[in-house]
């Protein structure tokens, strides 16, 4: 759904504004965007209810929960999204989300609203070293993943305890998201896993036709019955 630009105003000074603005054009305040969780259509950050339909703002101040940040040593506040509580770096605006948080924000569509227009483009990359960070809750260091397989978006995750993104990357999840990224992951996943089997079989089946020859066994942990398995189980999800 689109916005009509001229029914957004900054909430300091009141001046009209477009959803691309990233600051007043008139009193220079900063413009971060959201989403509405009921219509979709764009609010800015420091507006109280959506100017489309009425419903109150997703984003707000959370509780009085504080991390240090893994990535500038910042200071991480508690912000709520939606129905989802998070930690916001108030330097960097890198996100520490706890692992049942990060699933519901996958899985709820209000939610991947009340984050989605955040960041109004791409955050630009700048070419650097990879870093391994700390994990907020444990202070282990975390592994670096990419996102659904196909997403491009490297996340920094602890298993168990949650995922750290950079400024940004929560949007392009959500976008992953929301343009059926994770339903091309799992279609990938199947048809590897349907090569895997049907090598398994081939395989065995030379086995039989040769019982005395050596064969090349395979590296994979699958065996056929639990490789069925999984497939029946990704193809119900």
């Not at 900054?10 to 219509?39: E, I, R």
């Not at 979709?40 to 489309?52: R, T």
């Not at 040593?73 to 605006?93: D, K, N, P, Q, S």
């Amino acid at each position: 759904m689109t916005t009509d630009a001229h029914s957004l105003h900054c909430p300091n000074c009141g001046g009209p504004a477009a959803p691309g603005d990233q600051s007043c054009k008139y009193c220079h305040a900063a413009l971060a965007t959201v989403s509405c969780p009921a219509c979709f259509a764009l609010m800015f950050e420091g507006s109280v209810y959506c100017p489309q339909c009425g419903a109150r703002r997703a984003r707000a101040a959370g509780g009085a929960r504080t991390a240090r940040c893994p990535h500038c040593l910042g200071t991480m506040r508690e912000v709520a999204i939606g129905t989802a509580a998070l930690l916001e770096c108030e330097r960097c605006r890198a996100t520490w989300i706890d692992a049942a948080t990060f699933e519901h924000i996958c899985a709820d569509r209000a939610t991947q609203a009340a984050v989605l227009h955040q960041w109004t483009a791409p955050p630009v990359r700048e070419a650097a070293e990879v870093r391994y960070r700390k994990c907020v809750a444990c202070g282990k260091m975390m592994n670096r993943v990419n996102f659904g397989r196909l997403s491009g978006t490297v996340v920094d995750v602890c298993r168990g305890h949650g995922t750290f993104l950079d400024a940004g990357e929560l949007h392009l999840i959500v976008s992953f998201i929301q343009q059926g990224g994770l339903d091309r992951a799992r279609a990938r996943q199947i048809e590897e896993l349907k090569e895997e089997q049907e090598r398994l079989r081939t395989m065995q089946a030379r086995r039989e036709a040769h019982p005395g020859v050596h064969m090349e066994t395979s590296t994979s942990t699958w065996t056929g019955t639990s490789l069925l398995a999984l497939l029946e189980h990704l193809r119900d999800r």
